[in-house]
C-alpha cells in the first residue's frame, strides 16, 4: 500500500518518540492517537476537510454528508492555524474540537448497530467516557499541530454498542470494512499501515490502521 508523504512524515513523528511527552499522557486510557487518513485507490492520505469517516456496521464509507442523528463520534480533532467550529452530535450542544468548517467534522463516527467481533471484552462506557474530552481540549489542540487527533479505543459486539479493546487486538480497515486482528497477524501483513496508537504502561502501540489483505 501506498503512503502519502504528510501520512509518511506523522507515522515517522510518532515512531521517532518525538512526541511521547503529549502521547503519554493517555497511558492507561480508553483513548489513543490517531492520524485522520482514508484509503485512495491504494493510497493512505489525509482526510480532507469537511469529510467524515462513517462507519455502519463495520462498512467503512467517507463522506461530506451528515451523519445523521445517531451517529457517535469516536474521533477528534484540536484546532489548527486558529480556527475552530461547531458541529451539533445525537443529543449534546457543540463540539469544540473540529477544524475549519460548520456543520461537518474531520473525525470517524459510528451509527447505532450491534455488530459481531471475534473476542469477548467488557462494555465501554461510552458517554461516560467521551465526556472527558472535555478536559483534553489542551492536548487536542496540541496534537494538531502535528496532524494528529485523539481516538476513542473500542471494539464492538453484538451485546455490546462499544466494548474494550483487548491489547492483542487492532482494529483494521479493509476492503472497506473494520476488522479486529490479533496483533501477532497484522506484524507480519507487509500491506498494513497503521494510523491510530495507544498507550499501555508506557508502551506504544499501534491500535489501528488499514489493510489491502483479506482475511478468511
Given at each position: 500500500m501506498q503512503i502519502d508523504n504528510k501520512v509518511q512524515?506523522?507515522?515517522n513523528k510518532v515512531n521517532s518518540g518525538e512526541l511521547n511527552e503529549l502521547i503519554n499522557q493517555l497511558d492507561g486510557s480508553d483513548f489513543g492517537i490517531q492520524i485522520p487518513v482514508f484509503e485512495d485507490q491504494g493510497t493512505i492520505k489525509m482526510m480532507l476537510e469537511g469529510?467524515?469517516?462513517i462507519e455502519r456496521d463495520l462498512v467503512i464509507s467517507i463522506s461530506?454528508?451528515?451523519?445523521g442523528d445517531d451517529a457517535l463520534p469516536v474521533g477528534w480533532f484540536g484546532?489548527?492555524?486558529?480556527?475552530?467550529?461547531?458541529c451539533k452530535h445525537n443529543g449534546t450542544d457543540k463540539c469544540r474540537h473540529?477544524?475549519?468548517h460548520t456543520g461537518q467534522c474531520r473525525h470517524?463516527?459510528?451509527?447505532n448497530s450491534s455488530t459481531s467481533n471475534p473476542f469477548d471484552a467488557p462494555e465501554l462506557d461510552y458517554h461516560g467516557t467521551v465526556s472527558e474530552i472535555e478536559n483534553k481540549q489542551e492536548l487536542l489542540d496540541a496534537l494538531a499541530q502535528y496532524g494528529l487527533?485523539?481516538?476513542?479505543?473500542?471494539g464492538h459486539s453484538n451485546e455490546h454498542m462499544f466494548t474494550k479493546l483487548p491489547a492483542e487486538y487492532i482494529s483494521v480497515v479493509a476492503n472497506g470494512k473494520t476488522e479486529f486482528r490479533l496483533e501477532s497477524d497484522v506484524a507480519s501483513d507487509p500491506s498494513f499501515v497503521p494510523s491510530a496508537w495507544r498507550v499501555i504502561n508506557g508502551n506504544l502501540n499501534?491500535?489501528?490502521g488499514h489493510s489491502q489483505l483479506s482475511v478468511d
Amino acid at each position: 500500500m501506498q503512503i502519502d508523504n504528510k501520512v509518511q512524515e506523522i507515522i515517522n513523528k510518532v515512531n521517532s518518540g518525538e512526541l511521547n511527552e503529549l502521547i503519554n499522557q493517555l497511558d492507561g486510557s480508553d483513548f489513543g492517537i490517531q492520524i485522520p487518513v482514508f484509503e485512495d485507490q491504494g493510497t493512505i492520505k489525509m482526510m480532507l476537510e469537511g469529510y467524515s469517516q462513517i462507519e455502519r456496521d463495520l462498512v467503512i464509507s467517507i463522506s461530506q454528508d451528515e451523519a445523521g442523528d445517531d451517529a457517535l463520534p469516536v474521533g477528534w480533532f484540536g484546532k489548527t492555524d486558529g480556527k475552530d467550529s461547531s458541529c451539533k452530535h445525537n443529543g449534546t450542544d457543540k463540539c469544540r474540537h473540529c477544524t475549519g468548517h460548520t456543520g461537518q467534522c474531520r473525525h470517524c463516527t459510528h451509527t447505532n448497530s450491534s455488530t459481531s467481533n471475534p473476542f469477548d471484552a467488557p462494555e465501554l462506557d461510552y458517554h461516560g467516557t467521551v465526556s472527558e474530552i472535555e478536559n483534553k481540549q489542551e492536548l487536542l489542540d496540541a496534537l494538531a499541530q502535528y496532524g494528529l487527533g485523539l481516538t476513542l479505543v473500542h471494539g464492538h459486539s453484538n451485546e455490546h454498542m462499544f466494548t474494550k479493546l483487548p491489547a492483542e487486538y487492532i482494529s483494521v480497515v479493509a476492503n472497506g470494512k473494520t476488522e479486529f486482528r490479533l496483533e501477532s497477524d497484522v506484524a507480519s501483513d507487509p500491506s498494513f499501515v497503521p494510523s491510530a496508537w495507544r498507550v499501555i504502561n508506557g508502551n506504544l502501540n499501534v491500535v489501528g490502521g488499514h489493510s489491502q489483505l483479506s482475511v478468511d
